[in-house]
């Protein structure tokens, strides 16, 4: 991204600071994503959009999770569901076509509201709470979500519900915001992202007409959340988080140029010391990136040979490098590290919701050796003569 896209964001990066202190919805910095063609990205070609893949959506998150990592979640979720609708239509046709028109005008924003105070993350099985009764127009949706990411600023929440009847069936129901019925029941005061809004909202008898809703099907395993098939996420989550941890090495590389203790004479980045971990830094970032880009860019080109699987382990393993690249350059600088006039703090606080994201580490982890120890076991290379 380069010229007028990188003022835009530069411009966001400037923002990012007093958010994170106010909490207060980012409503500016989302005007200038949209301003940028960020937010309609991943809008598909057949709907008039530029159809970003998945190597590219992870390229954009990863530019705005370097500038602000909560702009750049509420705009995942909205990526995301552009590009699914893109990959496989679900969504009414004229609905769809209204919320795209709407996207080319302003931001238009829309997010999943899956996560319950009682189930936690649908990503470990379950059946919703959050309940569809039947009515003479449609549906009356009752229940509480958690976490809903931009929820002050959304104008879409896709809601996951069970419906009341006798054989419960699941589905998501599409939801305008500001409908009556919609309530903010828990403030998002988390120690990072703190954003991107991600509030608990309760729906109380939400009015639903009958066509705005998709997939509804039975519950069992074919409902649940198919944990290995999200690498068109996974793999953009973990882009963003390693932008995040970029900008904590710019300014660790910044502070290192220009700090000169009045006993060594010359800055610290002349030290052994902090030329080592500099080093480190680099090698656990660029390693992650190679694995997220080039992961994305296998997904993105249908190339059967990477497994979901993979997706799972490049994100595992770009969360743990992105947090532990940032551990180093705190541990290095200190006291300015965790000072809160210091970028390098609050970007402490963000990397530490990356591994936070469904699938958590130990479900991918679980997924993982599952598929290793299901396989069959390869033939012993041949022996003979290697012990003459």
């Known amino acids: 991204m380069t010229g007028p896209v990188t003022d835009r964001l530069a411009e966001l990066a400037e923002l990012a600071a007093e958010y994170d202190r106010s909490a207060a919805f980012p409503a500016a910095s989302l005007r200038i994503a949209h ?19 998945v190597e590219e959506t992870a390229r ?33 046709e004229e609905l769809y076509a209204r919320v795209v028109k709407e996207s080319l005008e302003r931001p238009v924003l829309i997010n999943h509201a899956r996560v319950e105070p009682d189930l ?28 809903v990411t ?19 069936r699941v589905g998501t129901f599409l939801v305008p915001g500001g409908l009556p019925g919609i309530e903010i029941t828990g403030r998002w005061d988390q120690l990072g992202l703190r954003a991107s809004g991600s509030h608990d909202v309760t729906f109380r008898d939400v009015a639903v007409p009958y066509e705005h809703v998709v997939g509804v099907g039975p519950h ?5 959340q198919d944990n290995r098939a999200g690498a068109a996420i996974h793999l953009p989550l973990a882009a963003l988080y390693l932008g995040v941890a970029r900008a904590a090495q710019d300014f660790f590389h910044t502070f290192a140029r220009s700090r000169v203790p009045a006993n060594l004479g010359r800055p610290v980045a002349r030290t052994e010391r902090f030329r080592r971990t500099a080093g480190e830094i680099e090698v656990l970032l660029a390693a992650a990136e190679q694995l997220v880009f080039d992961g994305a860019a296998k ?3 249908g190339d059967s040979s990477y497994s979901p699987e993979q997706a799972l382990g490049a994100r595992v393993l770009a969360d743990r490098h992105g947090v532990r690249a940032v551990e180093l350059a705190v541990r290095l600088l200190g006291n300015p590290a965790l000072a809160r006039g210091n970028p390098l703090e609050r970007h402490f606080r963000d990397i530490q919701c990356a591994p936070v994201h469904a699938p958590q580490e130990d479900i991918s982890l679980l997924a993982i050796g599952t598929k290793v120890l299901d396989e069959p076991v390869a033939a ?9």
């Open 60 to 92: 954009i998150l990863h530019t705005l999770g370097r500038s602000d990592p909560s702009v750049a979640l509420i705009t995942a979720m909205t990526l995301t569901i552009h590009a699914r609708q893109a990959a496989a239509p679900h969504w009414p």
């Open 380 to 388: 012993a290379p041949e022996t003979k003569g290697l012990d003459r």
């Open 299 to 301: 997904v993105g080109a």
């Open 120 to 147: 936690g993350s649908p990503a470990r099985g379950g059946l919703p709470a959050t309940l569809a009764r039947r009515t003479a127009d449609g549906w009356s949706l009752s229940g509480t979500k958690r976490f």
């Open 150 to 168: 931009g929820a002050e600023g959304l104008d879409w929440f896709l809601v996951w519900a069970s419906t009341d009847e006798p054989e419960p």
């Open 35 to 53: 301003e940028a063609g960020l937010l309609t990205a991943t809008i598909g070609e057949r709907y008039g959009g530029p159809g970003a893949g």
């Open 220 to 224: 069992g395993p074919a409902a649940e």
